[in-house]
């Protein structure tokens, strides 16, 4: 049982490492290019525009309302 509980509490080290993984995947890139003014700015809005899109759908998630 032990055993288990030592596997269990792990998993959660490895949730953390794979998502920062994913994370520096994207940046990366990303990174590399932002001294293009033009990519700079585009990676801005789609920052911008999915923080935007994120914080509606946890509104429309939080308060729903009825459709009638």
């Known amino acids: 049982m032990r055993e288990l509980f030592l596997n269990l509490s792990r998993y959660p080290r490895y949730l953390i490492a794979f998502c920062l993984g994913l994370l520096n995947n994207y940046i990366e890139p990303l990174a590399k290019r932002r001294s293009n003014p033009v990519t700079a700015i585009a990676i ?5 525009s999915g923080l935007i899109s994120i914080v ?3 509104h ?3 308060y729903p309302t009825s459709l009638t």
């Open 56 to 58: 509606l759908i946890m």
């Open 60 to 62: 429309a998630m939080v």
């Open 44 to 48: 801005i809005g789609a920052l911008i």
